[in-house]
């Protein structure tokens, strides 16, 4: 487990069962993530609205998906507010701002973060409205798989779900590759620990029970088990005496 403030930006974490990357620095004791894949498949908005304060989506991050991620042993009080940006792609300003404990990236964020934000097969979520327009205002800004920014009608039930979070920068997180290395290290062991005591118990029987060729590949393994257990014994005598 590491402290959140201590991961460079782009590194990926776990908490409350979900994966994500670290997007920026600590700012007033947060830090910006985002989910490396999507969550699900599901529309921005049932009514077709691309306002995010309307949105059928904000509901669901900030109710049921944030219920699960605490479900999952994260700390509620761990998810700050985090002020969104509602500008349109048009330059219009009408829908203001939203604070969230949960929310999804604006286009603004996704180019300042591109870099290090995982691309997917997906196309996926913003919450940047086209336009505020009545005439464009079923349209959202989405990400394709290209990386480049789209659009589509915010009741299209097909673009993926990546959750942006505000996190507290003083929890602790767990790092993927590091657990993996610890699971394969317990196998490895386990995996050990049972070749040893088959060969232990195959070792205690006469040849002539196994037959010659088991016989003599069974003494053979256990014999280079002997040798490296003898030579690990004499690196660590040399060594004392150095």
């Given at each position: 487990m590491k402290k959140l403030s201590t991961l460079q930006a782009g590194t990926h974490f776990m908490y409350g069962g979900v994966e994500w990357v670290k997007l920026g620095k600590v700012v007033s004791g947060g830090v910006l993530a985002l989910s490396?894949?999507?969550?699900?498949e599901q529309a921005f908005d049932a009514e077709n609205c691309n306002d995010w304060r309307k949105s059928s989506l904000?509901?669901?991050?900030?109710?049921?998906?944030?219920?699960?991620?605490?479900?999952?042993?994260?700390?509620r009080?761990?998810?700050?507010?985090?002020?969104?940006?509602?500008?349109?792609?048009?330059?219009?300003?009408?829908?203001?701002?939203?604070?969230?404990?949960?929310?999804?990236?604006?286009?603004?964020?996704?180019?300042?973060f591109r870099a290090?934000?995982?691309l997917l097969d997906d196309w996926f979520w913003t919450l940047t409205p086209w336009s505020c327009k009545e005439e464009y205002k079923a349209?959202?800004?989405?990400?394709?798989?290209?990386?480049?920014?789209?659009?589509?009608?915010?009741y299209y039930g097909h673009n993926g779900v990546r959750p942006l979070c505000y996190l507290n920068s003083e929890i602790l997180v767990s790092i993927p590759e590091?657990?993996?290395?610890?699971?394969?290290?317990?196998?490895?062991?386990?995996?050990?620990?049972?070749?040893?005591d088959i060969l232990n118990?195959?070792?205690?029987?006469?040849?002539?029970?196994?037959?010659?060729?088991?016989?003599?590949?069974?003494?053979?393994?256990?014999r280079a088990k002997l040798d490296a257990a003898e030579i690990s014994e004499e690196e660590k005598a040399k060594a004392a005496e150095g």
């Open positions: 490396v894949t999507c969550i699900s904000r509901r669901e991050l900030n109710g049921p998906f944030l219920d699960a991620l605490v479900s999952e042993g994260a700390d009080a761990a998810f700050m507010d985090w002020e969104s940006d509602l500008t349109a792609d048009d330059g219009m300003t009408d829908y203001g701002t939203a604070t969230d404990k949960i929310a999804l990236l604006s286009d603004g964020l996704y180019r300042q290090i934000i995982p349209y959202v800004r989405i990400v394709d798989s290209s990386g480049a920014l789209d659009g589509n009608s915010a590091e657990d993996k290395e610890a699971e394969r290290n317990t196998y490895d062991e386990a995996v050990s620990a049972a070749r040893d118990m195959l070792n205690a029987y006469p040849v002539e029970v196994w037959g010659d060729a088991l016989g003599a590949a069974v003494a053979s393994l256990f």
